[in-house]
């Protein structure tokens, strides 16, 4: 609290004037510090309506160097003018001098000096009147000796343009209490991860912690081959059509594949083999060609499941997050572009119960525990099933994602060995991160409605397992 004679002495001050007093000069008059005004201030208008203040700026004038030499022995213009003798002055002599460039053009836009080009010896400078004033030496002298408040401001601008003056801020003058480079200073702002990647994250270190391989996700783009066929997929099946996948016009085919494979292939959907009659169909390459954006990234499982039976085959554990693309109705659980987390593990004699357990582990790792299996159909997977986790916010059981072994039809044309089983599963990376947030609808965590303060205030994660 300020010293009450300061707060009454200030009160007095202020009441006497209609315009104001400046706090620098009541502290000068008083013979206390600024602060203790500031102080005083303060504590005024912190007991409401009594006082109203504002903060104001305080500059001076101050010459610069050249300023100072102008100042001394006057301006540029009034030495060339006093070096020029009544006979005259070549003009190459006067260019010679420090001053004589500017002092020349100043001097003859004051009119002081006259150029005559057809002298013979080359151009000669004449002096044009008897006396000048140097109004530029005296304006300076002026703020020399503090009385700068006798100018115009546009006398201080021009002197200030020619770099004669600087505008000067008061606290060159103060003295300042040292830094402290050892305080704390405020937190920069800085970028913030989105809920997304934050779960996309934990799912890749759970992931590697398991000691899954991750698998090259960068081609968007399909051959339906790959995405439909090499699956098991026939031409025929609903998910096919452009109700539920986006096809391309340009490139709307592609053309190299593995030929013997292919054929293989062909033959498994139209004859069958391999124990499997097949779908009985006339199989059209035209169909395999045509290029789609990948509606899953099991395209990817393909190409890599291929490559591994082209050598000796190693047991393998490979995953891959990233974007997949659906012709899907846009509703509060689904989006036509989303990211899906894919796993696939192939080994000797792996079952259904291998894939439950796995499932289970990844899924508690994240602090998902409540978790369903449902029996399904999938064309490449048998048997297959859907995987169901609670969402506390619907208050419901949602779908978070497909599993299942993958069928011999698929595996066997690949070239891979018969005792060898691979599982699969593929899950949606962007409800169990609406179940992880609380969020109930998925246009809030993705597209142009998300509420970017959102992404800046959403903790790493809601729930409290010790992998998070």
């Not at 609903?238 to 490139?251: E, G, I, M």
């Not at 053309?255 to 013997?260: A, G, I, L, N």
């Not at 060995?417 to 109930?440: F, H, Q």
């Amino acid at each position: 609290m300020a010293d009450t004679g300061v707060l009454e002495t200030l009160l007095q001050r202020v009441e006497k004037v209609d315009d104001g007093v400046d706090s620098l000069a009541v502290a000068t008059s008083l013979g206390v510090d600024h602060q203790v005004i500031v102080g005083a201030v303060k504590s005024l208008q912190a007991l409401g309506d009594v006082i109203s203040a504002e903060l104001r700026s305080s500059k001076h004038w101050e010459l610069t160097e050249e300023g100072t030499e102008i100042a001394e022995q006057g301006s540029h213009e009034s030495r060339v003018f006093s070096c020029i003798p009544q006979e005259g002055l070549a003009q190459s002599e006067l260019m010679k001098l420090p001053f004589g460039k500017i002092g020349f053009s100043k001097a003859m836009s004051s009119k002081w000096i006259r150029v005559d080009k057809a002298h013979e010896g080359g151009p000669r400078i004449f002096r044009t009147v008897e006396s000048i004033d140097d109004q530029v030496r005296e304006k300076l002298l002026l703020v020399q000796k503090g009385h700068s408040t006798q100018l115009e401001e546009k006398e201080k601008n021009e002197l200030k343009k020619r770099k004669l003056l600087s505008e000067v801020g008061n606290w060159k003058e103060k003295k300042f209490k040292p830094y402290n480079f050892e305080a704390m200073g405020v937190a920069p702002d800085c970028g913030h991860l989105h809920p997304l990647m934050k779960v996309r994250t934990q799912f890749r270190q759970i992931f590697l912690e398991m000691g899954f391989t991750e698998m090259p996700t960068n081609n968007f783009i399909e051959s339906s081959f790959w995405n439909f066929d090499s699956l098991f997929q026939p031409q025929q099946h609903p998910a096919r059509d452009q109700h539920d996948t986006f096809f391309l016009s340009d490139p709307a085919h592609a053309h190299e594949f593995p030929q013997d494979y292919l054929e293989r292939v062909k033959k498994v959907h139209s004859e069958g083999g391999y124990g499997s009659q097949g779908y009985k169909y006339d199989w059209k390459i035209e169909e395999a060609q045509k290029n789609i954006l990948r509606t899953h990234t099991t395209a990817v499982s393909a190409r890599m499941l291929y490559k591994l039976a082209q050598q000796k085959f190693t047991p393998v554990k490979y995953f891959s997050i990233d974007r997949v693309f659906r012709n899907e109705t846009l509703d509060a659980t689904h989006l036509a572009e989303f990211h899906q987390i894919e796993g696939v593990v192939a080994d000797y004699g792996l079952t259904l119960g291998d894939l439950m357990g796995v499932l289970h582990q990844f899924f508690t790792k994240l602090g998902i525990t409540k978790l369903r299996f449902k029996p399904a159909y999938n064309p490449y997977t048998e048997p297959s099933m859907e995987v169901f986790s609670y969402h506390e916010g619907l208050k419901k059981w949602v779908e978070v994602g497909n599993s299942g072994v993958f069928r011999p039809e698929m595996l066997l044309p690949m070239g891979l060995p018969e005792d060898v089983s691979v599982i699969a599963w593929g899950l949606s990376l962007e409800r169990p991160t609406m179940i992880k947030y609380g969020i109930n609808n998925i246009r809030e965590l993705v597209g142009h409605k998300v509420n970017l303060q959102m992404v800046y205030d959403s903790p790493i994660c809601r729930n409290p397992p010790t992998h998070f």
